[in-house]
T-cell receptor
């Protein structure tokens, strides 16, 4: 069974802090994704990665960066956290170049004070 | 502008009756559609999908219908059970965008005993 693990379920940070959200998958998937979920807006793609050290911007990359140094790990970085980045963050993965469904982690609820 | 829309933010049905969740899209290049189910404090889980070459796909109590000319898909749950109470997201895949998923805003389904 595919397991996508996000390091924190809940996180509270202050405005201006640098924030790291970590995600690990155990199925050797090529693709990994970071979304944020906000009421009424569904899931919006922030960044994704097709392979190690590869990254592509999604629909809302502003204020975020990512790192993929190893195939199983995909990190989301908030360079200088702001209150409008308070949200539920979801990581997902799937096999490369296919319509295989994405498998999601349980999410990190991030609050920026 | 949202390319995938779920116009009903919530839906309430009686246990044993049919639940119908709707989704509209605007991008005619979408060729694969998925439904995800999300419980509170958990990540979305894949439910059912349909390719654009089909108009119906069935899996147990869940059936997805696709009307390409109307750019509309729907998820039918028969019979509805209290455990089906969750937020449902439809998603669409564009092969010209690396099969990235675009999600709708979600519909909260409440099944009353």
């Amino acid at each position: 069974d595919v397991k996508v693990t996000q390091s924190s379920r809940y996180l509270v940070k202050r405005t201006g802090e640098k924030v790291f959200l970590e995600c690990v998958q155990d199925m050797d998937h090529e693709n990994m994704f970071w979304y944020r979920q906000d009421p009424g807006l569904g899931l919006r793609l922030i960044y994704f990665s097709y392979d190690v050290k590869m990254k592509e911007k999604g629909d809302i990359p502003e204020g975020y960066s990512v790192s993929r140094e190893k195939k199983e790990r995909f990190s989301l970085i908030l360079e200088s956290a702001s209150t409008n980045q308070t949200s539920m963050y979801l990581c997902a993965s799937n096999r490369g170049n296919s319509n295989q469904p994405q498998h999601f982690g349980d999410g990190t609820r991030l609050s920026i004070l | 502008d949202q390319q995938v829309k779920q116009n009903s933010p919530s839906l309430s049905v009686q246990e044993g009756r049919i639940s119908i969740l709707n989704c509209d899209y605007t991008n005619s290049m979408f060729d694969y559609f998925l439904w995800y189910k999300k419980y509170p404090a958990e990540g979305p889980t894949f439910l059912i999908s349909i390719s654009s070459i089909k108009d119906k796909n069935e899996d147990g109590r869940f059936t997805v219908f696709l009307n390409k000319s109307a750019k509309h898909l729907s998820l039918h749950i028969v019979p509805s059970q209290p455990g089906d109470s969750a937020v449902y997201f439809c998603a669409a895949s564009d092969p010209n965008a690396g099969n990235m998923l675009t999600f709708g805003g979600g519909t909260r389904l409440m099944v009353k005993p």
